[in-house]
């Protein structure tokens, strides 16, 4: 059973650039088998998707984010990671990454997330 | 304001059924078979429990159902236990420049 579980900084200057990545256990961050999504979710709200990317590299981003995400995959180190941006205080959130199986268009794995703090 | 529109809460006693509806657009709900529905309990991760409108993944309980008509997707679950109490969320993938849209999410009370 495939396991995810984010890391990083949590707690982030305005104006600096949030920076996270989820270790895959269980399954390859590079197999065909699986695609991977960064999710959010700020306090007491719901849930937004920020991006995806396809095991050949392919990603795709929410529009309303995109300017400023860059979601890649380290094959060597069977992981993928989250960039993001000029971060103000409504990036504050709760951040999940999570896996798609090959030709799944639901998440059907998540970690347990990180709270992530824009804060000065 | 969400892409899916879902109702903020519903309640329901021990024992009953409940439906939570998740309305979007042709370019979502209607227009795939790409619904599935989440439930976060307080403070932990979202768990799938319903995908691709109507299927349930293995390890959910068989109380939990799901359906589509129109652009309005649709999460029953019966028999209502106080676990169930919890936020769940609906999402569709979609044709237009967003991959995947949520709903607002809706609040189960068990009364």
């Known amino acids: 059973q495939l396991q995810l579980q984010e890391s990083g900084s949590g707690l982030v200057k305005p104006s600096q650039t949030l920076s996270l990545t989820c270790a895959v256990s269980?399954?390859?961050?590079?197999?065909?088998?699986?695609?991977w999504s960064w999710i959010r979710q700020p306090p007491g709200k719901g849930l937004e998707w920020i991006g995806y990317i396809y095991h050949t590299g392919t990603t795709y981003y929410n529009p309303s984010l995109k300017s400023r995400v860059t979601i890649s995959v380290d094959r060597s180190k069977n992981q993928f990671s989250l960039k993001l941006t000029s971060v103000t205080a409504a990036d504050t959130a709760v951040y999940y990454c999570?896996?798609?199986?090959?030709?799944?268009?639901?998440?059907?794995?998540w970690g347990q997330g990180t709270l992530v703090t824009v804060s000065s | 304001q969400s892409a899916l529109t879902q109702p903020a809460s519903v309640s329901g006693s021990p024992g009953q059924s409940i439906t939570i509806s998740c309305t979007g657009t042709?370019?979502?709900?209607?227009?795939?078979?790409?619904v599935s529905w989440y439930q976060q309990h307080l403070g932990k991760a979202p768990k799938l429990v319903i995908c691709?409108?109507?299927n349930r993944p293995s390890g959910v309980s068989n109380r939990f159902s799901g359906s589509k008509s129109g652009n309005t997707a649709s999460l029953t679950i019966s028999g209502l236990q106080a676990e169930d109490e919890a936020d769940y969320y609906c999402t569709s993938y979609t044709s237009s420049r967003n991959l995947w849209v949520f709903g607002g999410g809706t609040k189960l009370t068990v009364l």
């Open positions: 269980g399954g390859s961050s590079g197999s065909g088998a699986y695609s």
């Open positions: 042709s370019s979502d709900v209607g227009g795939y078979n790409y």
């Open positions: 999570a896996s798609s199986g090959r030709g799944n268009y639901y998440f059907d794995y």
């Open positions: 691709d409108v109507s």
